[in-house]
């Protein structure tokens, strides 16, 4: 018998958090708190959906709810339904791996307009996210502006192009494919602030997007800027390698003439710029978008200024995580100060994981190195008395499950219910023809984890 512990966040982090804890005879009950009806965060609501493979990693993350000592209790928001200070009088400590689910600023002129809005809030709506609504102010965009040097940039322009066919054959929610398939973005221009050398591309993703059917990659640089330097690092080259490809690829094409030339209609009816150098001054439009202002400044030359007409604008610039009330924030790095996942100024009972420990960095498997850290200190403390003010021996606290039952409005979801949510989400895939299909509205999950349907 031992010590009943809370995570708060159902995400990768949490649930590696949650597998690192199982190590211990010293824990007897680990308690998974989740805001939605479903498990996996970022990976269920942040993964692009046309990258099943990475997604399958949730199969080894179930298994941490096979342990009878681990309960997942969805559909209860900290903060809000609960709160800090009764999860304190529930639990011997408290992990949170809330995460960093919401866009940063861009801080220019024209941001707030219509039209312009955060990947974080894009992506979870295409992914089928039930609070996050979908971008209406974005009907009718055909030429799209995204602003970013990262995957998730790459994701948002790839989805935008991508065939429609190709995305109902995924776990996106049918009215978001409607939606991509009444849309008509045609062009998508990527703002890069620094050089095709300093992008934060991974191959498979750029590789990806550079090989697009039916859609034409116009890379503004030169050819030496394309040429790796011996010092570079691997991926470094091999980005730049692709991006040579592609130009000459395209440049190839556009050259030929004469009778044998190919239609580009035939060939390419979109079109994917990467801008490099490049950053947003001012979005323009009186009630929505209507074009974006922006500034080149390659090295050793004078600035240059340009304006692209658009009707959308997504920002892709990073990620920030939202303050816990009662525990000390670092807005600048949008993370809970730490030492080694111990919150300082608490009693030795709070901890943080993932993002909102480290701030938004590293990939899904970074994550269990940093939760492997934060349990390790998390033990430590509740095996010392000097270190925590935590009940020692067999925890008597009351159940957390047992409390909120008796709040009517409660509708808690156990990970027997998320099951009932998966087979309903698998049989809407079988029937247009998808592995699965998400349900993208809280109370049509509800209904299928409690058989109401």
Known sequence: MGHHIAVVGAGPSGIYAVQALLSSEAVERVDVLETLPAPYGLLRYGVAPDHPKTKTVS?????????????????????????RAELLTHYDAIVYATGARYDRDLGIPGEELAGSLGAAHFVAWYSGHPDVLKPAELDGTTTLVVIGAGNVALDVSRISLQPIALLRGTDMPREVVDEFSDGAVDEVHLLCRRGPEHVKFTRVELAELLELPHTRIVIHATDEELVADPDHPREVATNLRLFREAKERWDNIGEQTGEDAPDWTDVAHKTMHFHFWTVATRIEGTDRVTGVDILTSRPGTEPAEDHIETQGVIRAIGYRG???????????????????????GTDGREFVTGWIKRGPTGV???????????????????????QSRAQHGTSTRPDIAETLARRAEMRLVDWTQWRRIQEAEDALGAEHGAETIKLAEREEMLRAAFGEE
Not at 322 to 344: H, K
């Open 59 to 83: 199969r080894a993350l179930a298994r941490a709810f096979d342990d009878p000592r681990v309960r997942f209790i969805g559909n209860v928001h900290v903060g809000k339904d609960v709160t």
């Open 322 to 344: 939202e303050p816990i009330p009662g525990l000390p924030f670092d807005p600048d790095a949008c993370l809970i100060p730490n030492v080694a996942g111990e919150v300082p």
């Open 364 to 386: 899904i498997g970074t994550n269990k190195g940093d939760a492997a850290e934060t349990v390790a200190t998390l033990l430590a403390n509740l095996a010392d008395p000097a």
